[in-house]
């Protein structure tokens, strides 16, 4: 696993399996986030087969899959609701962990500075910039 801290509360990895889940609670997190489509992954690692093994290793699991068209302002919301409402840090993972980090940033426009979430993202090796006009926009959007 290549698990890259964004916040003390949100990390995100590349794609896992249900072998990887105990380290995962082990390691402090109590949710995971799959933000990978199951049309992307084999059928042993589809999201039925990641919950049933998430939740065996005691963890809470959340299917809320991604591509560039799915997400949407509602989905970002979701997903950022999903880390406001867990009690201890979530782990969100995908195809590298950019989906994750992408969804994350998007979460926090209008809450962060952007230069903050484009920096923050960048010290766990995700270069957003790309991202910084559609930051920017949802951050006027949201007042700040």
């Known amino acids: 696993m290549d ?16 072998e990887d889940l ?8 109590g949710t ?17 087969t990641m919950r049933a ?6 963890l809470q699991f959340h299917d809320l ?5 799915t997400m949407t302002p509602q989905r970002i919301a979701e997903q950022r ?8 840090p979530v782990l969100a993972y995908c195809a590298s962990g950019t989906r994750c980090t992408v969804v ?8 962060r500075a952007v230069d903050e979430i ?8 995700y270069d957003l910039a790309p991202l910084r006009p559609r930051l920017e926009e949802r951050s006027s959007q949201a007042g700040t």
């Open 3 to 18: 698990i890259r801290k964004i916040t003390d509360s949100y990390s995100v990895t590349p794609q896992i399996t249900p």
């Open 22 to 29: 105990a380290a995962i609670r082990a390691a402090g997190f």
């Open 32 to 48: 995971v986030i799959c933000n990978r489509p199951d049309s992307e992954v084999p059928a042993d690692l589809n999201a039925e």
């Open 53 to 58: 093994a998430a939740q065996a290793a005691g």
């Open 65 to 69: 899959p991604l591509t560039h068209d």
């Open 81 to 88: 609701a999903i880390c406001d409402d867990a009690d201890e």
């Open 104 to 111: 994350w940033a998007l979460g926090q426009a209008g809450q």
């Open 118 to 125: 484009l920096s923050t993202a960048q010290a766990a090796g």
